[in-house]
């Protein structure tokens, strides 16, 4: 197995025949680098499953050519997945619809709703097309990484999970740099249960409707529990105030286990690594994952982040950071 060039044809003709064969194959999307196997073969999702010993019941995203070829695995169609895959596919949005039986059991973790996304990156949708040719329905495909750690937004980081046990086409650097934002649309009234670089403002445009917080009916979903995204190093997050007095400390102190990142507030040398948060949040959303894996990568036993703005825009920034503090 290999990395290998998603703009080659040959190589993507060769990695959709392994997702055919149900083997195992990781791709970019515009969001992160996905984890993939077809979706229609519950005993190749299992493989994804096994690989990043991820727990059997935390269902997946199914990726999808296009909204025709989300009819595989959907029961039925509401009016608000149309008017969101409309508006927003191919790219970063997840709707969540009621399963069609006998297909993606695995994939769905049993419920009777399942993830579906079109994605848009170039790669994604040649694969996408290549692995229908020969009849794969769709592919699950969640972060290219070990479960509860940080998501991978370069081939190379997905060779730092797992190595050479699959083939892994190269699509570069992903845009959006975090996951799709996820609505169910499987329950009435849609509902966000993960943002992303789309705002709700976007989305609750796009429905003519406002989304309703998930409620304790609400289908579990990819990247929605409260420890996920996780570095190997502590991360903590803090008021741009609780930073400074955090660095004034540490200044003082002959122990060095820390690293930095932070907007506003800029540390001294007494921190072992730091990096800039950009100021926009679409750009700090693109770097976020790659930035936190940097920072782990020196060793640092603690990583203080300062917290984002609280705005709408920076909700799935927020969310991811919030979630890697818990872990």
């Known amino acids: ?75 039925e169609w509401p009016a608000t997945a149309r008017k969101l895959a409309d508006a927003f596919w191919p790219g970063p949005l997840t709707v969540i619809v009621p399963r069609r039986d006998g297909i993606g059991t695995a994939s769905a973790a049993g419920q009777d709703s399942i993830g579906l996304r079109c994605p848009a990156h170039p790669a994604a949708q040649a694969l996408l097309e290549a692995a229908a040719a020969l009849g794969v329905a769709g592919v699950s495909g ?85 420890a996920h995204y996780a570095p190997r190093a502590k991360l903590r997050l803090m008021s741009a105030d609780q930073l400074r007095v955090a660095l004034g400390v540490l200044a003082k102190s002959t122990v060095n286990p820390v690293a930095v990142y932070s907007r506003t507030v800029t540390p001294d040398r007494s921190v072992r690594a730091s990096r800039t948060m950009p100021d926009d949040p679409v750009a700090a959303a693109h770097e976020l994952f ?19 703005p609280d705005a709408p825009a920076w909700d799935g920034v927020r969310d991811r950071l919030q979630r890697a503090a818990a872990a």
């Open 290 to 308: 790659a930035s936190l894996r940097e920072l782990d990568s020196t060793g640092a036993g603690l990583i203080w982040v300062e917290s984002p």
């Open 142 to 226: 969640p972060s290219a990484n070990r479960f509860g750690r940080i998501s991978p937004t370069t081939a190379a980081h997905v060779f730092e999970e797992f190595g050479d046990a699959m083939t892994i086409v190269d699509g570069g650097e992903c845009d959006a740099g975090i996951e799709s934002a996820i609505v169910d649309c499987s329950r009435g009234a849609p509902a966000l249960l993960r943002p992303g670089v789309l705002t709700r403002e976007r989305i609750e445009a796009a429905l003519g409707e406002p989304l309703r917080d998930a409620g304790r009916d609400a289908p579990r979903a990819s990247g929605t529990l409260e």
């Open 1 to 75: 197995m290999a990395i290998v060039s998603g703009n080659d044809p040959a190589a993507l003709q060769r990695a959709a025949a392994e997702l055919a064969a149900g083997e195992l194959v990781a791709f970019p999307t515009e969001t992160v680098y996905g984890l993939g196997a077809r979706a229609d073969d519950d005993a190749a999702v299992a493989r994804i499953f096994a690989a990043k010993g991820r727990p059997a019941d935390h269902p997946l995203i199914v990726h999808v050519r296009d909204a025709a070829g989300a009819q595989a695995f959907a029961r």
